[in-house]
Structure formats: C-alpha cells, structure tokens
C-alpha cells in the first residue's frame, strides 16, 4: 500500500505554495501540457493501446482528440470562467452590491477507470489544477502504465513537485485515498464503484462527482437519413470494442424502416475489421470479466426469445460483433450496460413509444436522435431523462468542451467540461457588499409595532396587486421610517 498519509502532506504543501499561482501561471502550465501530449502522441497512442486493447485511432478519437480540445478550450476561456462574476439585488437589498467568487477546494482525488484511462484522468485533472487545487489521480490498476505516462507529462510540462501525485493500485488503495479526506472526489467508473464511494465518501461529507455507467439509446425515424444512421449505429455500437459509457446499447428503429434497417446494419457489421492490427476497426474486451458478462447477457436473451442475426464468433478477448433483433425489456441485455460489441435492434411504432423505450432505463448518459425533421428531433430530447443527447450523430457530443457533461439518474451526478468544469473544483463564495450608511438596518431589533407596519406595507408594494396610489402612500410611509434609522 503506498503510504497515502506522506502522498496528503506533500499535496497539501503543493496546495498551499499552488494557490500564490495566478490563473495565468496555471494556464500557462495547462498550454505546456498540451505541448507536452502533441510531442509525445506516438508514445502515448502506442501505450493505451497496449493497455488497453483499444486500436490507435480509437486511442486518438477517444483519449488524445477530446483532452486536447479541453485543454485549449480552458487556455482560452478559465480566466473568464473563474472571475468573480456580479450577481442581481433586488429592492430588499436597495444599496448592495452582489458577486460571486471562486476559489480552489485544495486537494481533489480523481478516482479513474481503464477504458479511456487518459481523457477520463486528464480532463479533470486540468480541470481541478485550473480552479488552484493539488491534485492526488488513482488510475485503474488495469492501465498502471497509462498513470504513469501521466505523471511523465506533467512532469515533462514542468508543473511544481507534488502538485499532481500519481498513486498506482486498485480499489484498496482507492479506499484509503478516499478515507484520508480529500476535499473532492471526482469519479468515473461503474455503478456499483460509485454506490461504494459516495458511501464511503459520507463518512466524511466529502463531495463526490460520479460519473457512472450508461446505456445510451439511439432513436431512429423512418425519415432519417438511412444511409448515415447505418454507419452511425455500427460506429456507435462496436468502437473500442463496445466499451464506452456513451456506446450506443439499444437501437430502436421505426417499424416502417425496420427490416429494412437492420438487413443494412446487419451487411455493414459484417464488413468491419475486428483485430489488434493498426488498420483494425475495434479490438478485444479488457478482460475475461467482461465477457462473463455479456455472456450472461447473451444467454438470457436467447433464453427469452431473442434472435441472434450474427454468428457468436470470439477468439480469445475478440469478440465479433453480435447483432440481435426480437428481443424486449424484459431481458437484461436492453436494461443493464453490456460494454462489449452487441447491438439488440428493437422497433418502436410512434414518436411516444420511441421516448417511452428510451427512458425506460435507470441510467441516462447520452442519447442518440436521429430525424431529417430537426424540430421533431429536438421535440423527442427534450422529453429524454438523459444528461447528454445527440441530433443525427453518435457519441462525439461529449467531446465539445463547452458542453458540460455528466449523467443522470444511476449514471451519477455532477457536471464537468465547459464552465461547470472548473467550477466544480471550486468553492463558490456568494458575496453580498451593504453599501448603506445607516446606523441600523430595517430588519435589525428592535422589532417595534411600527417596524412590523412598516413591513407589512413592504409585503403589500412588493408581492401584491395593489392600486400603484396604494403603493406610493406605503412608499412614503416606509420612507419617514427608513428616516429614523439614519
Ligand atoms: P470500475 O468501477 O471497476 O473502476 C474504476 C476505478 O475505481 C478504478 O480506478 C478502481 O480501482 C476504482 N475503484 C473501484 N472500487 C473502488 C472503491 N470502492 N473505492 C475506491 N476506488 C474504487 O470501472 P472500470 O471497469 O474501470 O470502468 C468501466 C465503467 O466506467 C463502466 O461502467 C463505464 O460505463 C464507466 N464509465 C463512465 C464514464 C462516464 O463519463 N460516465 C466514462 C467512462 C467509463
């Protein structure tokens, strides 16, 4: 076990020596990083994709690309994002000034998981060093080597000893880090890794951000655009092999297209080049665990009636990929993540069918909307119990950094990326400035016969519908008695 009591004093130090750094010196830090990252590509690409089985250009799309566009995004927009910003009054607070301000947490553990072990670590990790704090990262003990290459970045970008410590090991060590009360946990990871954090991390009261598992549906109507949502489907379904939180796990198609879209998904699965070769399109599952459960999965859905389109064709990890039609709600492949290469087709009648289906799940990461009728597609998320949603594509909305991103229901809770990113390493200080020279203020005691008229009349010109003569004679009944405060 590393020794996490010396790992908190050192980021504790870095803390307190970090926030004398102005928001400037922290950008310039974040733009030496993203030097660092362009410089180092071919290491970095080929260590994920050994660690993690996914092919370099998946390493590109999913890790490099969306960390990079939230590094620069923050060079340009964090000092803006992070000045205290002026806030309205209202009459009650005649003669205030109002603003809020921002100011770093001190010491936030990023909790990370395997599957895109450096977008998931990185962004926060930029994220929480911008708002001012120390950063203490647990990669996944299934991609060590990915922490450390993270830690050699940071290092190469020259960032002050001990601001980012990189603490390798698994869920104990996940453990101890989160009983030496950091002041955030930012988390990704699974549903029931989340249960057991936010629990643990209530002993302490200290805040968490979960950001957990999905199952993300893609609606299709009749009049979309056939020929992109085909692709988009396959795309969506079987990169990284399936193992995204925003991989498109139900498919729901309009009844009219439905033969006729499956049969084109079905000729188009058939094409992809499923290996570990550079041109592949997707690789093997990270481990045997994951193909127990898809198995399951499988097997219960077969049990209850679904119909295999494709072969169950698996070398080793490899899995190709499974296509299945006829299968329902009932089965636990439409309601619990599979994160593995099936796609299960479902057909759905009309546009309340299609939203009932997609919101009969207990997560709600991304979406997936897909009509020629932009105005029907909009209609159709706005009805979605989903955190994320996309109009005629799949899975790259998450990566716009201006978009905050995060899930809801049991996907978790909190926002990152965009504004809500950096503050939420922040503590928000809401500030109120009196700028009256009053001796008393008119809530202030005594509380006399005369204060509670006075109040009263308050009530009636503020919240009431009264006859505007009504309210000038409390107004200047009010007036002679703010006078006696004076
Ligand atoms: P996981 O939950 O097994 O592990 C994630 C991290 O949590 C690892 O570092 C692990 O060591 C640590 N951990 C596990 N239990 C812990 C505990 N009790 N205390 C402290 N740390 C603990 O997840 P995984 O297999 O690495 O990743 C896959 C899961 O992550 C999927 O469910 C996927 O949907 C989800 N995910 C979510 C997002 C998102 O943005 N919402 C993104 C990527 C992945």
New binding site residues.
């Given amino acids: 076990m590393p020794k996490i009591e010396q790992t908190f004093t050192k980021a504790r130090a870095a803390f307190t020596h970090g926030k004398k750094k102005s928001i400037s010196e922290r950008v310039a830090y974040m733009s030496a990083l993203r030097k660092v990252i362009v410089k180092n590509l071919d290491t970095i690409v080929t260590c994920i994709s050994k660690s993690t089985g996914k092919v370099g250009m998946e390493a590109i799309n999913s890790d490099i690309l969306p960390t990079l566009e939230v590094i620069k995004y923050y060079e340009k927009y964090a000092s803006h994002i992070l000045k205290p910003k002026k806030k309205k009054t209202s009459f009650l607070f005649y003669n205030h000034d109002a603003y809020v301000e921002y100011k770093p947490l001190g010491v936030v553990l990023i909790?990370?998981?395997?599957?895109?072990p450096l977008q998931?670590a990185l962004v926060p990790l930029v994220s929480a060093l911008l708002a001012g704090n120390a950063v203490i990262l647990?990669?996944?003990?299934?991609t060590p080597q990915v922490g450390d290459v993270i830690g050699a970045l940071c290092h190469e970008a020259g960032l002050p000893d001990d601001l980012v410590q990189v603490v390798l090991g698994?869920?104990d060590?996940?453990?101890a880090?989160?009983q030496a009360r950091p002041d955030k946990i930012f988390?990704?990871?699974?549903?029931?890794?989340?249960k057991?954090?936010m629990s643990?991390a209530a002993q302490n009261i200290t805040p968490v951000v979960l950001?957990?598992?999905?199952k993300a549906p893609m609606i299709v109507f009749e009049d979309a655009d056939i020929d992109r949502a085909v692709e988009a489907a396959v795309y969506g379904a079987f990169a990284h092999a399936g193992q995204?939180?925003v991989a498109i796990e139900r498919l729901y198609v309009q009844e009219s297209i439905f033969d006729r879209f499956t049969s084109r998904v079905t000729k188009r699965v058939n094409t992809l080049n499923v290996g570990t070769e550079y041109d592949c399109d997707f690789g093997p599952m990270i481990t045997h665990v994951q193909w127990d459960r898809i198995e399951e999965q499988l097997q219960d859905a077969v049990a209850k009636g679904a119909t295999l389109i494709t072969d169950i064709t698996k070398h080793g990890l490899l899995l190709y990929p499974v296509v299945l039609t006829n299968v329902n709600h009932d089965m636990k492949i439409m309601k619990e993540?599979t994160?593995g290469p099936l796609l299960p087709i479902m057909p759905f009648k009309t546009e309340e069918a299609a939203v009932a289906l997609a919101n009969d799940s207990p997560y709600g990461?991304n979406a997936s909307v897909w009509s020629r009728d932009i105005k029907k597609a909009k209609r159709v998320v706005s009805q979605l119990e989903t955190g994320n949603a996309y109009i005629n594509d799949v899975i790259k909305n998450i990566g716009n950094p201006d978009l905050p991103?995060g899930?809801v229901k049991q996907?978790?809770f909190g926002k990152y990326h965009g504004a809500e990113g950096l503050r939420t390493f922040s503590i928000e200080t809401a500030v109120m400035v009196n700028k009256n020279k009053m001796k008393r203020e008119i809530n202030w005691f005594p509380y006399t016969a005369e204060l509670l008229k006075t109040v009263r009349g308050l009530i009636n010109v503020l919240y009431a519908d009264i006859p505007l003569r009504e309210k000038i004679i409390i107004f200047l009944r009010m007036r002679s008695f703010i006078k006696t405060l004076q």
């Avoid at 909790?111 to 895109?116: E, H, R």
């Avoid at 950001?211 to 999905?214: C, I, N, T």
Wanted: overall charge negative; charged content about 15%.
């Fill in positions: 909790i990370a998981p395997w599957n895109c998931l647990k990669p996944s003990e299934i698994g869920k060590v996940g453990e880090l989160i988390f990704t990871g699974s549903l029931g890794a989340g057991n954090i643990a950001e957990l598992g999905g995204l939180c993540e994160f990461l991103f899930g996907s978790g």
